[in-house]
């Protein structure tokens, strides 16, 4: 059936960069075929579910959106990928991204836009867009997503859909595409907290083949969203997390949110977390600088494209041409800035100074957390934008992360959840759930009750 809903709609969507209609369709009969025969079932058994193409599958492409990785397709499964096939899962295909997972929208893959399933001249938010519409357009109940900076949560919020960033180090790294190794994070995204708290389940928890996984219990997630309540909670909400640049009917449906959890016995804290303001400023220096350092594999000799290699041409030449054509303009853009910030006279000003930041940012949610137990935020300061509109600005662009980047600097865990449509564009709107670093089950404890 989602095949079939595949077909009729990913033209016009085009969440999906490869559909394994094959590989998906065995996975199903196999899964009769052990049901038939008794045999113990993995927790998702059966259940279709569409993978961000920056996870590596030894038996589908993996183009993390880019180019320079046309048609490759890698040796092994990342581990991500190995525990979704012990769940039982059906892999239906890989969904488009910003490449390198760089951008709010989608419309930096190298293999064209995605389109918002609630309006399709707009942006389904990003870099996970094609994950995002998979679910809002019905073409999977289950998608999975990675945020370095908001790429779950954002493209959830402007979708109507649910997102997870868990802790940092809940889920493994291990086969995940690097752009900036200590802030990228794999996730769930689904249509329901329960559903988003299953698929958490069946993918959290240690891998000795990633050394920054937790060793630790995974936390509850699942008992969580089966028992939502906000009865006795604090709820802190920060003053930095409003103002300029929202949209009147995101903040009006964040407000009547925060009503809606005052009714539902939860004490609202205001909080002050001023260090959250140079938030997106520190960003903009880490992910690119770690991006500059990561993407140095794509040197052309190792993985995908190789352009120029005619024997006349040294490997440094042919590296040069690789990298002119393979990679796009935004993932240049970041190179150039990181190597700039690491290098040496600028490292301790720029890189240095954006450490400093991060380390102040990550005291304020530990101050934040002595008084309450989570924080809520609009997840966007806009609902979903139109295509275009902010191609060329990459400013305006990074604005859309505002309110989540802070959590990936500090490595808590984060959830966006829909909490209404606004009213000026009848466009889905997110709430922002923040909880400490494993303390997941809490973000669907409520996530539950105010769905
Ligand atoms: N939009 C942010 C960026 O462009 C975050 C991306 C992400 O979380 N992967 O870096």
Redesign the pocket.
Known sequence: AHLARIDAVDEKVHAFLHIDREGALAQARAVDAKREAGEKLGPLAGVPLALKDIFTTKDMPTTVGSKILEGWVPPYDATLTQKLRDADVVILGKTNM?EF????STE?SAYGPTGNPWDLTRIPG???GGSSAALASYEAPLAIG???????R?PAAVTGTVGVKPTYGGVSRYGMVA??SS??QGGPCARTVLDAALLHEAIAGHDPLDSTSIDAPVPPVVEAARNGSVQGMRVGVVKQFRGEGYQAGVLQRFDESVELLKSLGATIVELDCPSFDLALSA??LI?PSECSSNLARFDAMRYGLRVGDDGTKSAEEVTALTREAGFGD?VKR?IILGTYALSSGYYDAYYGSAQKVRTLITQDFEKAFEQVDVIVSPTTPTTAFPIGERADDPMA??L??LC??PT?LAGNSAMSLPCGLAPEDGLPVGLQIIAPAMKDDRLYKVGSAVE
């Open positions: 910003d997972a760089m951008g709010s930096n990003g870099s996970g990675t945020d370095t900076g908001g790429s779950i954002q752009f900036s802030l990228d960003y903009y992910a935004e970041r662009m990074y859309a992360d989540t980047i990936n």
